[in-house]
């Protein structure tokens, strides 16, 4: 060990001069320094390790429409989150606790600290918030929270000669300056000035003329201030307390600005532990529980409450659930007699809500989760008490070494917070860059696949980003090597992952360890920080336990040669969008791991070294997010009729389509209206290409504004034909009907015509139709998700491809396209379990011939939709119209595999047939 | 215990609400009545529960386990129902329309006066044992809306305008009663009479062919029969043989539909009527009794997850959410029992709506899928006419 100790300091110093700059130094050893990692205060008592520093450049973005005086502390450089906080249930606590106690051995603190706790220099503006001016002047106090570094401050501090004061807090004061007359220790400290970009000026609220009064409510004077201020152990939060100088300045400064904050500086927040108020609150209301209980009552020690082992919230919604847990527990066991099998949910009606609640039943415990049905519904609910049950089995072991510490209380608080936030107001804590509200109803169904989503990425990336996670997999760092220093290394590494921007680049894991993991950073909201800030520096590092260990095979050598008990442990490190996760093995090969290993310097190290190689491939990842993907997409804008031919519509079934027409005679007049309605939308769509032609068809369309052909061929004789095979009655009528709608433009698009111009050659229009997934001459594919279970991987559209289809009613669609899924994948998992159940009984018994007759193998369904844009404001005339389908599809065979798409109704469904096939290479 | 209940039972249990008191309960296992019960400790603690939650201020309304549901259900605070189902494909949705069902039953023979107020439980208990001996169980084991025993082949306008429960329960109790040439039969209607009695006679003007009238105290039967049977009904002979035919499958023969079309069923919102049959498209496909179960699936799948129940569906102003149609193709994995191809393999529901019309196809697999839709439009359209 000792040896590996000498080993972290030599890395750590290279590791804690700019790392940046040097990527491809990242193994020299460099003896004299004494700097630790930055993280390494934050590991905690069983070694576990959440480290989470923004980048600085982030604190711009961050707060984009905060004036720059407002910037709280967070934006500052570097922030700790540790568990430290969890335990005890209240932020920075703690650390103030134990500075208050370094304070107090070194004598620094004086005696009357301790009676004056208690009324310690708050706030008095709290209690007067409409104080006039012509009150007598009372002292008033204010805190100011701000964030420290020493670490950063050391440096400048020796190159300077600074203070702390000005160093740390950047606040001038000049001691010259002060009165005599109060003497060298009573002399106050007056700010005289801000330093440009220090944490006093910063936090906005430090104005000159104040005076420090304290720092962590201990007093402090030009005397003592060094000494209190060099005793701040390593990068936290400090509470300060200046007496105010000029008390009719209050009003400027008491708005702080909480509100501005945006929600993504609420996820940060929330992730550090801090108990955000806009969040809380909402929950508040909302009935909503999870409680781990016991069936196996000691009837000896009858104590009110006994069979809860751990439950969360308090709020009082929540208190109902609690007190009707009798309820559960009955059901559970009586229900497990009647019926044979184990209760999954029961549905309740709590002050006229819905309320479902899920079932986890294992061993002698029950794990409850109830959630309203109007924000989760069931079949969802029931996904995520699976996922959690697995997350707590991955992070704990067991949900029994989970739930039945006590010390793990406050972390399951936190975890059960973020899982709450998460359920209920998901859209508060993702906010991406682009206003839509896309991830909030896209998560409720992505999130609960079992898979992550992958970005398939050019080759060349590909290969790169694949060498680069190989050497680290090979763990065959300079000095590492077992030769080198004769013993054996800590740690096997069995395989890697890399995340950018949240999507899944690349995997050399197993995939229920990726699916695992993948559901951890989830569950800490890590995709979606990583996606919308720059990470400054994360380190997370756990013990996990795998779902499947090895185990020893069947053969009879096995029996002879017994696997050595392997420790996992998994260690994530992030770097800008970057999320790097590694698993590695201790024990097995390595040599075993005695106790709680903290992290281990030399793997974070090489990890973020891999981290800093890959910095190169970001501008093709990037690149690769910006361009539109394969298969492309449409925007369901492009498809809306104009309002004249909507008007058509309305006077026919929007249920009759052409094949109805083809294919049946005539009937009444109204219908032969409705075959020229028809028609004539289809004409219309493809007359762009009629007079121009080729890929030039959109900017000659600019003045139709509407025409609604995004990827139309450059082909116009093959529209034409196709044309005329369409509408052998209607060319006539519907040649007419072009014309009065060429005049009306109604919903012009910009964007799809701005990009036809910008960057569509003609070479490229045939490259797109080579990448288009539906048939027929538009690409009429809206959304997409396939789902790959061997491999636990998904593709979808990214985020960044959604935002580029802005439109009035394609959120709308993507919403309805998810919410729909959710039911459809419902449906197919009814159909996965009745296979399984299948595969349990093969022997032909009566039931599966009876099974036969109900809906269960359901392998296709499909769902048809109209929309319409939201917030019509035409009071005459009706909204326009479009029709599309959501379709999910099954497939067992060779792999299961769903797939789910959404394209318009214009569209021959054969198509999909094809979009099924091409499963987005994922079969490969 | 557990390995036999698997087998697709199901129970049915009413109770007296405040008392807990259990009035009678009903088993069927495999769709037949069986004799075998709960035991008596579930029961207690099945209501138990319930009690115990109401006492909290909260309603239990469904549980579920891997295969099975149970949906509790009180009415009138007077006459709790629990139904406990281990068949395939029980949905809430569906447990729920029976309770709802059972207690219209129960109004409908004893009345709500004498539910609400249980003087004598003793009594009730023997009245209702009497009354639905047949009666329950034959709804135990059948879904409400779609397969009534008995169709109503004409309505007077007034017998169209009955509410939910009693429109559907009346056929159904004619067919449950023993055969007679007449019946005078008193009757509570669950939605537009639950306290006084009526009074419904029936008149068999044809092997299968009833005359059913809902009257007050006066005409007695006896100046019924003679009146209505000489000077309408003789003429008309013709015509009721030809009504006749009509049964089983329910449309006129000749009709032009679609041979892929298995059974259909297509439902008018608005006038809450139905019609419904799986007597189409030749004898291949799987069995009737299989398809009445598929559609019967089917209608509660697009019901419970697309479509809003029927009381709510003509609001105006929810467009985007709700569906224009949907369908469903069924799995070719099943393998029969003697490794036969399952019959059920690959076949296609359709469901659309327009307007007030509700239609639901079952297909034959030989139909392509993108042409599901275009089928169900025409096949409503041509159906327009009759409903």
């Not at chain 1, 924000?375 to 996922?387: A, F, G, T």
């Not at chain 2, 023979?109 to 539910?115: F, W």
């Not at chain 2, 100046?223 to 003429?235: A, I, N, T």
């Amino acid at each position: 060990m000792a040896c590996f100790l000498r080993f972290k300091k030599h890395i750590m110093c290279i590791n804690s001069l700019d790392p940046h700059k040097q990527p491809g130094l990242w193994l020299r050893s460099s003896d004299s320094s004494d700097l630790e990692a930055e993280w390494s205060d934050s590991v905690q008592k069983y070694g576990e390790l959440f480290y989470l520093e923004l980048s600085d450049s982030e604190e711009e973005s961050l707060l984009p429409e905060a004036p720059a005086v407002n910037h709280v502390r967070f934006s500052e450089n570097k922030i700790i989150f540790d568990e430290d906080y969890l335990r005890e249930g209240r932020k920075y606590e703690p650390r103030l606790k134990k500075f208050s106690k370094i304070l107090k051995s070194r004598r620094l603190l004086p005696k009357r600290y301790n009676k004056k706790n208690s009324s310690a220099p708050v706030s008095i503006l709290k209690h007067q918030p409409t104080q006039k001016m012509g009150i007598i002047l009372q002292q008033q106090y204010k805190d100011v929270s701000v964030f420290v570094n020493p670490k950063n401050a050391t440096v400048i501090k020796a190159k300077e000669h600074l203070k702390l004061l000005e160093v740390l807090l950047g606040i001038i004061h000049q001691s010259k300056w002060r009165r005599k007359a109060e003497g060298a220790n009573r002399a106050k400290l007056v700010v005289h000035g801000l330093l440009p970009g220090g944490p006093a000026m910063k936090s906005g609220q430090v104005l000159i003329g104040d005076t420090l009064a304290a720092v962590n409510d201990v007093d402090v004077t030009s005397e003592n201030i060094e000494r209190v201020l060099s005793c701040i152990p390593g990068p936290m939060q400090v509470k300060l307390t200046f007496e105010i100088a000029n008390s009719g300045q209050k009003e400027t400064i008491q708005p702080k600005q909480k509100k501005a904050q945006t929600t993504g500086s609420d996820l940060v927040r929330l992730l550090w532990g801090e108990e955000v108020q806009n969040l809380q609150q909402n929950l508040q209301s909302t009935p909503h529980i999870i409680m781990y209980l016991t069936l196996q009552l000691d009837s000896e020690t009858s104590k009110e409450e006994q069979e809860i082992l751990y439950h969360y919230p308090t709020s009082e919604a929540s208190q109902k659930l609690k007190s009707v847990r009798g309820i559960f527990l009955t059901l559970c066991d009586m229900l497990e007699n009647v019926a044979g099998t184990h209760v999954t949910s029961s549905s309740l009606s709590l002050n006229e809500k819905l309320v479902h609640v899920a079932y986890w039943k294992e061993d002698d415990k029950l794990l409850l989760i109830g959630l309203p049905a109007e924000e989760v519904p069931l079949p969802q609910l029931r996904n995520m008490i699976e996922d959690v049950a697995q997350i707590l089995k991955f992070m704990y072991g067991s949900l029994n070494s989970a739930f039945c510490e006590v010390e793990n209380t406050a972390r399951l608080d936190h975890f059960f917070n973020l899982f709450f936030q998460r359920a209920i107001q998901p859209e508060k804590l993702y906010s991406r860059t682009s206003p839509q509200p896309y991830d909030a109803s896209s998560s409720l169904f992505v999130d609960t696949l079992p898979g992550v989503q992958w970005l398939t990425l050019p080759q060349e990336t590909q290969m790169e980003i694949d060498m680069a996670l190989s050497d680290l997999e090979a763990a065959d760092f300079a000095e590492l090597s077992e030769d080198y220093y004769d013993m054996r290394r800590l740690y096997t590494i069995l395989g890697c992952s890399l995340f950018y921007k949240g999507y899944l680049v690349c995997s050399h894991l197993p995939k229920d360890d990726l699916i695992d993991i993948a559901m951890y950073c989830r569950h800490y909201c890590l995709p979606p920080l990583v996606s919308e800030q720059r990470i400054g520096h994360l380190v997370i590092w756990r013990e996990v336990f795998r779902r499947h260990p090895l185990r020893p095979t069947s053969e009879p050598d096995a029996q002879v040669f017994r696997e050595p008990e392997g420790r996992y442990f998994l260690l994530i490190v992030g770097l800008k969008h970057f999320l790097l996760c590694v698993l590695l093995e201790a024990g097995g090969c390595a040599s075993k791991a005695i106790g709680h290993p903290g992290p281990d310097c030399i793997y974070v190290d090489q990890a973020k070294a891999t981290l800093l190689q890959l910095e190169g491939v970001e501008a093709s990842l990037d690149e690769r997010l910006a361009s539109p993907s394969n298969p492309c997409l449409s925007s369901a804008d492009w498809f809306l009729p104009s309002s004249r031919d909507k008007l058509e519509s309305l006077t026919s079934s929007p249920l009759l389509t052409k094949l109805q027409h083809t294919s049946r005679a005539i009937t009444s007049p109204s219908s032969r209206r409705r075959l020229f309605s028809d028609y004539s939308l289809k004409t219309r769509k493809l007359s762009p290409s009629r007079g121009s032609g080729g890929s030039d068809n959109g900017v000659e369309g600019a003045g139709e504004g509407s025409g609604p052909s995004p990827h139309t061929t450059p082909d116009p004789l093959r529209k034409q034909g196709a044309k005329e095979a369409q509408s052998p009655g209607g060319a006539q009528a519907s040649g007419a009907l072009l014309k009065a709608t060429k005049k009306k433009a109604t919903l012009p698009n910009p964007f799809h015509l701005g990009r036809l111009k910008k960057d569509l050659s003609e070479k490229e229009m045939e490259l797109f139709d080579a990448m288009k997934l539906t048939s027929g001459t538009e690409n009429t594919l809206f959304h997409y998700v396939a789902l790959e279970t061997v491999q636990g991987i998904f593709v979808t559209p990214t985020h960044e491809e959604v935002a580029q289809l802005h439109g009035s009613i394609h959120p709308q669609l993507i919403r309805n396209f998810h919410r729909c899924c959710l039911s459809i994948r419902t449906i197919f998992q009814q159909s996965l379990k009745c296979e399984k159940k299948k595969a349990l009984n093969v022997e032909g018994n009566p039931r599966s011939a009876h099974a036969a007759s109900f809906l269960s193998p359901v392998k296709e369904h499909g769902v048809l939709f109209e929309c319409s844009p939201e917030n019509w404001t035409d009071q005459k005339k009706p909204p326009p119209v479009m029709a599309y389908w959501v379709v999910g599809r099954l497939f067992l065979e060779p792999k299961p595999q769903e797939l789910y798409v959404c394209f318009h109704d214009s569209v021959t469904e054969i198509a999909i047939e094809l979009a099924f096939k091409l499963s987005f290479g994922l079969a490969t | 215990m557990a390995e036999e209940s698997a087998a697709g039972a199901v129970h049915l249990l009413c109770l007296a609400a405040s008392s807990g008191v259990p009035l009678f309960s009903r088993s069927s296992r495999g769709g037949a009545p069986s004799r075998q019960q709960l035991p008596f400790s579930i029961i207690g603690s099945l209501n138990g529960v319930h009690m115990f939650g109401q006492n909290l201020d909260v309603t239990l309304r469904s549980a579920r386990t891997e295969d099975s549901a149970v949906v509790w259900k009180t009415f009138h605070d007077s006459i709790t129902l629990i139904v406990l189902s281990s068949e395939l494909g029980c949905a809430e949705l569906r447990l729920e329309r029976l309770l709802e069902l059972v207690f219209g039953a129960m109004v409908l023979l004893v009345g709500l006066e004498e539910l609400t107020k249980i003087r004598n439980v003793e009594r009730l208990k023997k009245d209702l044992r009497e009354a639905l001996a047949g009666f329950a169980e034959e709804m135990g084991s059948v879904f409400a809306s779609l397969v009534a025993g008995g169709r109503v082949v004409v309505g007077t306008e007034g017998w169209w305008r009955l509410g939910a429960p009693e429109a559907v329960l009346l056929p159904w109790l004619v067919g449950t009663l023993p055969f007679q040439a007449a019946r005078d039969y008193p009757v509570y209607l669950p939605h537009g009479s639950p306290m006084v009695p009526h009074r419904l006679l029936t008149l068999t003007l044809l092997p299968g062919l009833e005359l059913c009238v809902l009257c007050g105290p006066q005409p007695p039967l006896s100046q019924v029969e003679p009146q209505v049977l000489e000077r309408w009904w003789q003429p008309l002979l013709e015509p009721l043989r030809a009504c006749l035919a009509l049964t089983p499958r329910g449309i006129p023969a000749g009709f032009p539909l679609h041979p892929d079309i298995l059974g259909l069923l297509l439902l008018h919102l608005e006038q809450r009527r139905g019609l419904f049959t799986v007597d189409l498209g030749g004898e291949e496909g799987p069995s009737p009794s299989a398809r009445r179960r598929l559609l019967r699936s089917f209608y509660v799948l697009v019901t419970a997850t697309h479509f809003p129940p029927e009381e709510k569906a003509e609001e105006p102003g929810c467009p985007t959410g709700v569906p224009r149609a949907c369908y469903v193709v069924c799995g070719a994995a099943a393998e029969g029992p003697q490794g036969r191809q399952d019959p059920g393999a690959g076949l296609r529901l359709v469901a659309v709506q327009a307007g007030p019309r509700r239609l639901l196809l079952l297909v034959s697999a030989r139909s392509p899928t993108y042409a599901l839709r275009g089928l169900a439009t025409r096949t409503l359209h041509a159906l327009t006419p009759l409903l």
